[in-house]
């Protein structure tokens, strides 16, 4: 037990080619996964979507398992917003079929995991020059696109009615850009208490999210490290001292420029 315990923490992370491949098959079903429940939001459940969404399910449950096995504090793993994420994507995908409810707009938690992974952050800043000067860039679009869809789906299936197919789920994203953007063009306008409130937490957290990819693409890039000395974040992606306390650094690269 104890070497397939290892085997697993190595997979999940170690550096070796065979680890790196191992998270990036996660990292690809995830983004497989993601674009999966975007499509099927809006469709009606059927017996053989329930049965995929369940296999589906079973695999993020034993990818979950995994994770809570080798991690050193549990506890710690469990408070995470894409572990909590997890635990109500895979209630949704497995209990949905008994409940026979459309549970659809629970599934889009599932990005915020793809966005949290601290392995995908770690391997793309080692391997890839453009991520690492754009990262709060990428990442601050990355939670606003979530935001949007995950919004989207969640008017869907409050207001859009059993019946309002692809077509509502468009109308659902309509609202939530319109409201988001506050362009207000006054074609689909909330009515009720609940969509009123929904509509005003749109607008505030959205507006944040917009400010927040502003800023992003306005401040110079830098790379996200730690210096073990003062603490210091952000560095420039070439930089071999802080330019706080004059600490080496040693900011993993592949050496180009």
Not at 65 to 89: E, G, N, S
């Amino acid at each position: 037990m104890d070497r397939l315990k290892q085997t697993v923490k190595e997979l999940y992370t170690g550096r070796s080619r065979r680890a790196e491949i191992f998270r990036y098959a996660l990292i690809v079903f995830d983004a497989v996964t993601i674009l999966f429940f975007l499509v099927t939001a809006p469709m009606p459940l059927s017996p053989k979507l329930e049965l995929f969404s369940a296999l589906i399910g079973v695999v993020i449950l034993m990818d979950f398992a995994a994770r809570l096995w080798i991690a050193p504090d549990r506890r710690k793993m469990l408070r995470k917003v894409y572990a909590i994420a997890d635990v109500i994507v895979i209630a949704s995908l497995l209990l949905g079929p008994f409940l026979h409810e459309d549970l659809a707009f629970l599934r889009i938690l599932r990005a915020l995991r793809f966005i949290q992974s601290y392995h995908l952050l770690h391997d793309l800043r080692r391997v890839s020059p453009f991520f690492r000067r754009n990262e709060d860039s990428v990442i601050a679009l990355i939670n606003l696109l979530v935001f949007v869809f995950f919004t989207a789906s969640l008017v869907y299936a409050l207001f859009g009615g059993e019946d309002a197919g692809f077509e509502g789920y468009v109308d659902a994203l309509y609202f939530t850009v319109t409201t988001l953007t506050t362009t207000g063009y006054g074609d689909i306008l909330p009515v009720t208490v609940g969509q009123k409130l929904l509509a005003v937490f749109i607008m505030v957290v959205g507006v944040a999210l917009f400010v927040r990819l502003a800023q992003a693409l306005i401040q110079p890039s830098k790379v996200s490290y730690k210096c073990p000395t003062c603490g210091l974040l952000k560095h420039e992606p070439d930089a071999v001292h802080c330019k706080h306390c004059g600490e080496t650094l040693k900011i993993e690269t592949t050496g180009m420029t």
